[in-house]
């Protein structure tokens, strides 16, 4: 039996009506993703030059959620090149961005991923005009919403961006956008249909996929259509704490809002993409408690909100913002009840979750008495800790 061949076979951008195609091949199999980005109608061509070096960076990691089906040894970029420093970088994105699928599939990922490299290749980077906004990525989350509330009392001047894979709005991004007064660019992305039908195959892995890392790429490249001069995320300081250790190293679920990634990402954007645009987490310095206690002063978002998974899900809709059932929404709870009474957060939840006796198992976990922490953007236990006690002083139930 042939070893399996991952090839990176072409990407496509129309301007005009902003559709971006993917297309990989994996032996037999094609794949092709579209994402639909604004339309570009103004940029001179230094910035469609610093676009399309962000397109091509963007497929690359793009295609991490279909070379993974298989995660073959042989990876083709065809008629693309990379040096040997971006090959580097490429290696640890996909070798670190994959822990908890490895970890999940017991895989051995130690040398499996090898991105081919051209040691004679020299990429430069585009220098493009001075940007005038702050693009602020949002998911719907107490996190976006208080880096864009934060960035608004500086002064400066923001956009909006949300990725979505359906075809109407998310009721939740388009709420926590109106609250805020600003504008939203949507980007929709259209996953291949054949890795779905994949997912159901005996054989074929599935599994985490360093979601943030392809939004970091996303998000460089509708800051350039947009004419933005820096992109502000919200990575909490506790994004860089591990779930469990596997062949010797830590896996983090979170590894992709980790500081190791943005600084990462920093570097390889200023070196091969471009170095006008600003990446950086405008919450780096603060735990999750801080970031909640900052989030309790802006009630004109409590009916609208939402960190539940069950939200954004490719496939069936969530029957309600919080399913009350997750370790998200169990953490969420745990670091407001520290500064909301109980009467609010019943509003917000639709029920009190310390008195739900079925989620005893997934606060432990959270709290570090069981397993592991619980394969979720969640905090550390410590910071649960201090949560629990905050809001035993506020005599809760």
């Known amino acids: 039996m042939s070893e399996k061949i991952f090839q990176f076979a072409k990407y496509q951008f129309n301007p005009r009506n902003g559709v971006v195609l993917f297309d990989y091949a994996l032996d037999n199999i094609c794949f092709q993703e579209k994402l639909l980005l604004p339309p570009v109608s103004k940029l001179n061509k230094k910035q469609l030059a610093a676009l399309d070096l962000a397109l091509f960076n963007l497929f690359l990691i793009a295609g991490i959620s279909y070379y993974k089906t298989y995660c073959p040894k042989k990876i083709d970029l065809g008629k693309y090149k990379l040096s040997r420093e971006q090959a580097a970088f490429w290696n640890k994105v996909y070798t670190k961005g994959l822990g908890e699928f490895f970890y999940k599939n017991k895989l051995d990922w130690r040398g499996l991923v090898n991105f081919p490299f051209d040691k004679n290749y020299q990429p430069k980077a585009v220098k493009i005009p001075a940007g005038k906004k702050s693009l602020v990525p949002i998911g719907g989350g107490k996190d976006s919403i208080v880096v864009l509330e934060t960035l608004k009392t500086q002064g400066k001047?923001?956009?909006?961006?949300?990725?979505?894979?359906?075809?109407?709005?998310?009721?939740?991004?388009?709420?926590?956008?109106?609250?805020?007064?600003?504008?939203?660019?949507?980007?929709?992305?259209?996953?291949a249909p054949e890795l779905i039908a994949l997912n159901h195959k005996k054989g074929v892995y599935n599994g985490h996929v360093p979601f943030s890392a392809y939004l970091a790429f996303l998000t460089l490249a509708v800051a350039i259509i947009d004419g933005d001069k820096e992109i502000a995320v919200g990575n909490e300081r506790s994004a860089n704490y591990g779930n469990v250790k596997y062949l010797g190293v830590i896996i983090n679920h979170q590894w992709s809002k980790s500081l190791d990634f943005e600084k990462m990402f920093q570097t390889y954007t200023r070196k091969f993409i471009t170095p006008s645009i600003r990446y950086y987490s405008a919450l780096r310095s603060l735990n999750e408690l801080q970031i909640a206690e900052k989030f309790s002063h802006y009630p004109k978002y409590f009916s609208s909100f939402s960190s539940c998974n069950q939200n954004f899900k490719f496939t069936a809709k969530a029957k309600s913002k919080w399913c009350g059932q997750c370790p998200k929404c169990v953490f969420?709870?745990?670091?407001?009840?520290?500064?909301?009474?109980?009467?609010?957060?019943?509003?917000?939840?639709?029920?009190?979750?310390?008195?739900?006796?079925?989620?005893?198992?997934?606060?432990?976990?959270?709290?570090?008495?069981?397993?592991?922490?619980?394969?979720?953007?969640?905090?550390?236990?410590?910071?649960?800790?201090?949560?629990?006690r905050l809001a035993k002083k506020k005599a809760w139930d």
């Not at 550390?380 to 800790?385: G, H, I, Q, Y």
Request: with cysteine; net charge positive.
């Open 157 to 191: 001047k923001i956009s909006l961006l949300n990725l979505t894979s359906q075809k109407e709005n998310n009721k939740i991004i388009t709420d926590t956008a109106r609250v805020a007064g600003e504008k939203l660019i949507r980007v929709r992305r259209q996953i």
């Open 332 to 388: 969420v709870w745990t670091m407001l009840s520290a500064y909301l009474p109980a009467a609010e957060l019943e509003r917000i939840f639709g029920k009190n979750l310390y008195q739900d006796k079925k989620l005893k198992p997934i606060f432990q976990e959270l709290l570090g008495q069981r397993k592991h922490k619980p394969f979720e953007c969640v905090g550390t236990p410590s910071e649960m800790k201090m949560a629990l």
